[in-house]
């Protein structure tokens, strides 16, 4: 880092970054590490259209699902978290009518790895996501990175919750932010959903257009170029364009529309709020009321519309069978709180992965619960299938397990270890157990050697691997082991 600030103090941010993202990149190109497989590509695409054909609705009615998908939100921002100075009492009562898990993950410490492991329960570098984020086609970055040969957008041979969920007899819905990709068929509807409102990227990139499927129905007209980006509210592009400031209830009215068409078919609803990432645009109803700043403004104005949410499902009659999670991209950015925890966004430190997950289906799961047991986003894709008996597509690894046992607080967590990789790196840089965290390089300058730590009882700052032998080797192997397995087939397919 401190190499990129010299370097760009000498060159300027936009023509450093564009050098420093092309080296890394070569770097990566040429690296033995093989990131896609064209010849593959076609034929698990038909094997995706395959299985896809296979599905047919059950027999039994399944729940409804929703799943609030915050961007940047960190673990400790929440009230029922323990945060001090923002109140959150709507997640919070629904935290407190199911479950609260302590201990649940983001598959990346950045967006577009975390909502592709989301949405397909598999590991960054098996949807070709791992390096770092995607930007618009004809951004500097977004232009850099096709020039790196990196990907950005997802795979269309990949296979979302939502492709599954429609055959099966699912009305798929999302509201918000999909940040994997911009190109033509590879947005909202190329991927299984029947309806899409909202924007391609994060509230920072420009351009920054609203959608209704294919459509534009708010164009951004602001002043920008190749090289523009907002990342201050304070210092907003000109021009006009969404008014962020109205942007959290736009999606919840249009969450509860889609809710509110109701027919024989349950339906799946993806809400992917663009808050609290930067920039802040609290409403100004509620603008400067928070103790929290403007940050906690913005994750306010979240908690209500979670909250209009909660009621609307009531008003409706189908609160008891609507399955909801509640959940975060990846951890806390500078404004947002990380709890306890080390780190921050960017970070395979726990701040940087570890996320708020509530998770509520009354007279399925019990309420109250807390649950310590550990798992990550890539489990919410398999738990569902299960739910709703579609088996797991054969020709592709799927690193998700089935959670749905350990929701009642009574079950172990199916995994063993937890695999943590870093925002531009391939392979897994960190791993957890029950007790211990390892990471496979210290961090530390001139001591370059892994670091074992103990989870619960320090926040990953002392290496206690002299004390505790044993584990460190077994997890240092534990995590060899993954990378060896990702670098042979970094895919994933059978």
Known sequence: MNFFRKFALLLGYPLAGVLLLALVGLAVRYSQIQLSDPPLSQKHLENKQAYLQSIAPGSTAPPNILIIFFDDLGWGDLSSYGNQLIDTPHIDRVADEGVLMSNFYSASPVCTPSRAALLTGRFPPRTRTDTHVFFPDASMLGTMRRMVGWANELPREEITIAEVLRPAGYRTGMIGKWHLGDREGHRPNDFGFDDWYGVLFSNDMFPLDMYRN?????????VGSFFSSERDEADPLPGQGIDQTTLTQMYTDQAIA??????????????????????????????????????????????????????????????????????????????????????????????????????????????????????????????????????????????????????????????????????????????????????????????????????????????????????????EQQLIDMQQAIEESPRGWK
């Not at 459509?215 to 951004?220: H, N, Q, R, S």
């Not at 209009?308 to 609507?322: S, V």
């Not at 007279?363 to 990550?376: D, K, L, N």
Request: no cysteine.
């Open 214 to 222: 294919d459509g534009i129905v708010i164009k951004d007209e602001r």
């Open 258 to 475: 889609f809710m509110a068409e109701q027919n024989e078919r349950p339906f799946f609803l993806y809400l992917s709020h663009s808050f609290p990432h930067v920039p802040h645009y609290p409403s100004r109803e509620h603008a400067n009321s928070s103790r929290g700043g403007a940050y906690g403004d913005v994750v306010e104005d979240l908690d209500r519309s979670t909250g209009q949410l909660m009621a609307a499902l009531e008003r409706l009659g189908i609160a008891d069978n609507t399955l909801v999670f509640i959940t975060s991209d990846n951890g806390a950015d500078y404004n947002g709180s990380p709890g306890m925890l080390r780190g921050r966004k960017g970070d395979v430190l726990e701040g940087g992965q570890r996320v708020p997950m509530i998770v509520r289906w009354p007279t399925h799961i019990p309420e109250g619960v807390i649950s310590h047991e550990m798992a990550m986003n890539i489990d919410v894709f398999p738990t569902l299938l299960n739910l709703v008996g579609v088996n797991l597509p054969a020709d592709r690894t799927i690193d998700g397990k089935d959670i749905a046992p350990m929701l009642s607080g009574q079950t172990e967590s199916p995994h063993d270890y937890l695999y943590y990789f870093a925002a531009t790196e391939s392979l897994p840089a960190a791993i957890r157990d029950e007790r211990f965290k390892l990471h496979g390089k210290s961090g530390d300058v001139g001591r370059n050697r892994s670091h074992l730590s103990l989870l619960h009882q320090d926040a990953e700052n002392h290496e206690v691997g002299n004390l505790y032998p044993e584990a460190k080797q077994r997890l």
